[in-house]
């Protein structure tokens, strides 16, 4: 019963695994890589609003340096005195520039259908700029071009590192289901063994070499590896259908190639990169988030700064000409009583103070991620590092056991146990270098640096 029910399990087992692979096709990890770049909603988000940041930009810049025209035409009207004839229009033209709190220049033009003379007449024409400086805040005009700028700046590092994330994350992804696939393969192996094993102790049972508890105990095997092979595979299976369809976004599933990471260069560029120690206090100050604190401690400077100088005047000049001549003015506002001007001043003062202690609290928080992130680097190095000692250990021990197990020391279930375990083994050590290739990408993201994992992929 046992050996006809495992029959069946296995055929139907690789009628499944044929009719997948003939619907997949092999993706390498580059290229896994590339998709999941090119199809991830969160790197389309973030691209967006780089797009966003940038338009935005150039609107404000484009007030600047390209004029608005408007253009006003009034038609002929009908009033109780009549119908008039009368056709005017004005033409207009302004632009600011970043001068002072605000800067402007504007012109215009009039004209008129003259019925007496039957020609275009110029009634009014003038050019006029306008200059204001509020002392309390002088440099609006500037401030807001460079925090577009910022703005720009601040979503493009953002891009980067969220395709920082899903380079790391495909590659974990990629490693695990190439070790899930390992351990299926391993499984079906055993089971296959379990499988000859039940035969022989069967034949055996049959010439009376066998008792009725040797034969429970090889069908028990068997039923245990075809459980294990079965769970292992629909779990194998489904992350891989994740993986193909929806985090790759590849439309059918795909068939993973083996990753072929240059151990030793691994372990010598990790090495050399720890080395270096001052990778972590350079890269505090340029993280997002303590650079975000920064920004926030200079808006609470220039704001004690603006609530210093609020009692401060404002000055507005302006000049222009016209068809009647020439005008210069000048108007000078000055804020002589403000009732809550001591608490908003006592207010700006303790905002910095919270600003600057933000400042510090995200700095000691980076520098403790940054540490958390070097020792984990470290420890995967050391991990890596370990590797052949164990496996020298592993070597030994599968020696020392097959020489008992053909000696008849141990049973034939406890070498296949030895066989498991080296096998098992065999894939965690696999699993070691793509672990410190995840934790090397991991820390060089946390320090702001470019990944560089191209140069680690086949």
Known sequence: MIRKSSGAFLCTGIMLALSWIASAYTLAVDEAIELALSNHPNIREQELKVQLAELQLQAALATIGIPAL??????????????SSKVSGQFGAGFSLPWGTSSQVVGGLQWAWDRLTGNWTVPGWGISFVQTVDFADPDTASDQIDQKRDAVERAREKLERARAVVVVETISRYSQLLSDGQSLDNAEGDFIDA?????????????????????????????????????????????????????????QLVVLVPMHLNRQALIKATADFLSDESVISTAIDISAEVDA????????????QAAQRAALPSLSISAGITEQGWTVGCNLHLDLFSPNRGLQLEIAKVQLSLALQTVSVARIQRENYLTDQFHALDNALCSLNRLPLEE????????????????????AAE????????????????????????????????????????????
């Open 70 to 83: 408007d253009l006003q035409i009034s038609a002929p009207t009908l009033s109780n005195d009549g119908f």
């Open 195 to 251: 499988k000859e094993n039940l035969a022989t102790v069967e034949e055996l049972a049959d010439s009376g070499l066998r008792g009725e508890q040797s034969l429970l105990e090889a069908r028990l095997q068997v039923l245990d590896a075809q459980i294990e092979v079965d769970e292992l595979r629909s779990s194998h299976e489904e992350q891989l259908a994740r993986f193909s369809l929806q985090w790759v976004g590849a439309e």
């Open 293 to 304: 604190a920064k920004q926030g401690a200079h808006e609470a400077e220039q704001g004690l």
């Open 392 to 411: 020298e250990k592993l070597a030994l021990e599968v020696g020392i056991n097959q020489t008992r197990f053909e000696a008849g020391s141990i049973s």
């Open 415 to 458: 070498w296949q146990a030895q066989l498991k375990a080296q096998n098992a083994f065999l894939i965690t050590a696999e699993k070691r270098v793509a672990s410190l290739l995840l934790e090397l990408l991991a820390f060089r993201d946390a320090l702001g640096l470019d990944l560089q994992w191209e140069e680690w992929l086949p």
